[in-house]
């Protein structure tokens, strides 16, 4: 009885520590659309990084491989979106200091442009994705 209790106990464990992460399990290839949206998250927190890290205004990056030049270096080697194209990016300003990165490489896909805001809400830069899709 003791030892059912033990190993009942064990897998309990295991399924809430599981059921905890906020992980999802992909079996076979990874969605294109997981990849540039993964990409683009990391993008948008370099982003952030520069300004915060070395101090500049992000009205001063005017192209992501500026990234790859920092001191501190930021990134080493900016991604390619899955379809081979480079991501872009472009600062709007205004209040909530906003900035959109984009998949060039997306605009010839059925599902359409994968698009990414950026706005600064207090410290930090919440993402918002943008739906579009071309017809």
Not at 14 to 35: A, D, E, H, Q, Y
Request: hydrophobic share 40%; aromatic share 10%; with cysteine.
């Amino acid at each position: 009885m003791k030892r059912y209790l033990v190993g009942t106990s064990c897998i309990v464990a295991s399924v809430l520590l599981f059921s905890s992460l906020n992980t999802t399990f992909i079996c076979g290839p990874i969605p294109k659309k997981m990849l540039v949206e993964s990409d683009i998250e990391q993008l948008g927190k370099a982003i952030s990084l520069y300004e915060t890290l070395l101090g500049k205004p992000l009205s001063q990056l005017k192209d992501l491989s500026l990234l790859t030049s920092t001191d501190p270096r930021i990134i080493q080697i900016l991604p390619k979106d899955p379809w081979g194209a480079h991501y872009q990016y472009t600062f709007l300003g205004g209040k909530a200091a906003t900035f959109i990165i984009w998949s060039e490489g997306s605009l010839d896909t059925q599902e359409g442009l994968i698009l990414y805001s950026f706005s600064k809400q207090g410290d930090e830069y919440i993402s918002t994705r943008l739906n579009s899709t071309l017809n």
